[in-house]
């Protein structure tokens, strides 16, 4: 599990004395890197009763082509650029942001894979 409390060292390095431990409510956990492939997805329990759907896998996007309004499903290739992470292009990780070569044309990914366990984007028009 990761950890994201405040800081145990101070601007100058020294130790700063914890008042308290760590609390539930400060974990994190590690990025779902979705990737293209099979749809394979995760569910997440979180605080309040709550769920997160973790995508781990997915083939298709949800592309809306905003000249026209029309969203159809086109099958993801490659992913072209990311920039989140140089690394993510050669891994072919998909992030909100990212842009993907599909069927359709590129397409920037507007949603959070990680978060909602769905593939939404828009087509990007090239110039």
Do not use: C
Request: glycine share 12%; hydrophobic share 30%.
């Amino acid at each position: 599990m990761r950890w994201q409390g405040a800081s145990r060292r101070k601007m100058s390095g020294g130790k700063i004395i914890a008042a308290r431990s760590k609390r539930k409510f400060e974990i994190g956990r590690d990025f779902s890197e979705t990737r293209i492939g099979p749809s394979k997805r995760k569910n997440i329990a979180t605080r309040g009763g709550n769920r997160k759907v973790r995508l781990l896998n997915e083939e298709y996007v949800n592309v809306t082509d905003q000249s026209t309004g029309e969203t159809k499903r086109a099958k993801a290739i490659n992913v072209v650029d990311n920039k989140a992470n140089g690394h993510y292009v050669r891994r072919n990780i998909m992030t909100k942001g990212s842009v993907v070569e599909t069927d359709l044309g590129l397409v920037k990914i507007t949603s959070r894979p990680g978060q909602a366990g769905v593939l939404n984007g828009i087509l990007v028009k090239e110039e």
